[in-house]
């Protein structure tokens, strides 16, 4: 089947007051738009066209050229939005096109295909996706004959005071016969109260040519959700963390409380695992079994392992294996493969490095840029001096070396396996194995220095 995809994307969140496009704003720290792409791809449609306004680059950015666009660059209404998509269309003839709102990001993929199958099974030229819900202001109103039938679309502004008492809302999605659309998109006026062109004219358009269309209702009202408000995001936050936390809890994920805490829709997370309050976990993490996530911890793309105990600390775009503990108060920046049984201190900073099993860099230490082997220890205040103002250096440290408190090692430079760095250093030449390096000033004591310097300050 010919299916595609247009998600009108233009918006520009006005009533947020947050710059930029409006389906860039993040649910769980995901965009809207990827949540809605995401959707769309797992019901099966891989072909879209996403109608964005100015924006036009900041979208591009994010989502790729996977996709194709099209742009309105004033603002005229929904219908007015899917006629600039009418090349991509016309492209689809024959076929069945799926218009979705992009800051409706809850829809699922399910929901989606169940609407496409009674849309095909009916024979309908339009399936609208609705849902019944408890308060149905703001929304578009589902007007149906007394047999039960789809009659038309009404919108809050347009509706009388009958029809706003009518609990079935429209979710600005629908599935269209790629060519009925086409017909309807040159018939729909603007003609009413905001002077805007409404998609929702192509139903009663297409019931007056006699075309067949029907109302698909979803089982989960939420899905339907869209942001036009800050209070609407965080209503749209709230209720997918809602789904999140209900997944994780079925899965045998312990969690000691809510307050502060965000998980990604696409987060994975072990059986036996706790989170604690203000937990962050963000993006494509993956976290094993039997861990323990500590208050306030950010993790963001990286792969935890099992067992792992994070305190109090920020992971980014780094794998951290099994029986490692990490925090308090501890930064593990972008491209960095820390080992198994592994212990990041407090005030500990890792920077683009591998870490092996067994070492201990226990607090207040910056790695950056460096290869450390398995069971090393790197004292107090250990700094991988990596950067010369113009390029950055590796720094190597051996297995089983041992390296004082407050050294400096200037890359480029190796520590060799088994060898020890006195505390106080400043190492920049290499140091050979199973050797002891020494590098700082001799100690000098002056007897009687203060006594001396005492008397002559006497007048």
């Known amino acids: 089947m010919?299916?595609?995809?247009?998600?009108l994307a233009a918006g520009e969140g006005t009533r947020m007051q947050m710059p930029g496009a409006k389906v860039l704003l993040p649910v769980l720290g995901k965009p809207m738009i990827d949540w809605v792409i995401g959707a769309v791809l797992e019901a099966g449609v891989d072909d879209c066209c996403l109608i964005v306004?100015?924006?036009?680059?900041?979208?591009?950015?994010?989502?790729?050229?996977?996709?194709?666009?099209?742009?309105?660059?004033?603002?005229?209404?929904?219908?007015?939005?899917?006629?600039?998509?009418?090349?991509?269309?016309?492209?689809?003839?024959?076929?069945?096109?799926?218009?979705?709102?992009?800051?409706?990001?809850?829809?699922?993929?399910?929901?989606?295909?169940?609407?496409?199958?009674?849309?095909?099974?009916?024979?309908?030229?339009?399936?609208?996706?609705?849902?019944v819900v408890g308060e149905p202001f703001g929304y578009g109103r589902i007007?149906?004959?007394?047999?039960?039938?789809?009659?038309?679309?009404?919108?809050?502004?347009?509706?009388?005071?009958?029809?706003?008492?009518?609990?079935?809302?429209?979710?600005?999605?629908?599935?269209?016969?790629?060519?009925?659309?086409?017909?309807?998109?040159p018939e729909i006026g603007a003609g009413n109260e905001k002077g805007e062109y409404y998609l929702t004219d192509a139903v009663e358009i297409l019931l007056r040519a006699g075309r067949r269309a029907g109302a698909y209702v979803a089982q989960d009202a939420d899905e339907i959700l869209g942001a036009n408000t800050q209070r609407q995001l965080l209503t749209l936050q709230q209720v997918a963390l809602g789904k999140v936390l209900d997944r994780h809890l079925e899965n045998g994920v312990m969690i000691s409380s809510v307050d502060g805490l965000t998980i990604g829709p696409d987060v994975v997370i072990g059986p036996g695992t706790v989170l604690h309050q203000g937990c962050r976990l963000l993006g494509s993490t993956r976290i094993g079994a039997g861990c323990v996530i500590g208050p306030g911890s950010v993790i963001e793309d990286s792969e935890i392992g099992d067992g792992v105990t994070v305190n109090a600390s920020q992971v980014y775009r780094s794998r951290v294996g099994d029986k490692t503990r990490v925090g308090p108060f501890a930064h593990i920046r972008p491209d960095c493969v820390v080992g198994e049984e592994v212990k990041i201190g407090n005030f500990v900073e890792l920077k683009n490095s591998t870490i092996g099993k067994k070492t201990s860099i226990a607090h207040l230490t910056y790695v950056g840029d460096a290869d450390i082997g398995s069971g090393v220890n790197l004292g107090c205040g250990v700094v991988t001096v990596n950067y010369d103002g113009r390029a950055k250096y590796r720094t190597t440290v051996r297995d089983r070396a041992f390296v004082g408190c407050n050294v400096n090692l200037v890359a480029p430079v190796?520590?060799?396996?088994?060898?020890?760095?006195?505390?106080?250093?400043?190492?920049?030449?290499?140091?050979?194995?199973?050797?002891?390096?020494?590098?700082?000033a001799r100690q000098e004591n002056k007897e009687d220095w203060v006594k001396k310097r005492e008397g002559q300050q006497k007048p």
């Open 2 to 7: 010919n299916h595609c995809a247009v998600v």
């Open 143 to 185: 007007v149906r004959d007394v047999s039960g039938g789809l009659l038309r679309i009404v919108e809050e502004k347009d509706a009388d005071p009958n029809q706003r008492r009518i609990c079935e809302i429209n979710s600005s999605a629908y599935w269209f016969e790629v060519d009925a659309l086409l017909e309807a998109l």
């Open 414 to 440: 190796e520590v060799g396996e088994g060898a020890y760095v006195a505390a106080g250093s400043t190492i920049t030449s290499p140091v050979p194995a199973d050797a002891l390096a020494i590098a700082r």
């Open 53 to 131: 306004g100015k924006d036009l680059e900041q979208v591009r950015a994010r989502v790729g050229d996977g996709v194709c666009y099209a742009l309105q660059l004033e603002r005229k209404g929904t219908g007015h939005a899917v006629r600039q998509a009418e090349d991509f269309l016309r492209a689809h003839s024959g076929g069945h096109c799926l218009v979705l709102a992009g800051d409706s990001p809850l829809i699922s993929g399910g929901t989606i295909r169940r609407a496409g199958r009674m849309h095909l099974e009916e024979g309908n030229a339009v399936t609208v996706i609705s849902a």
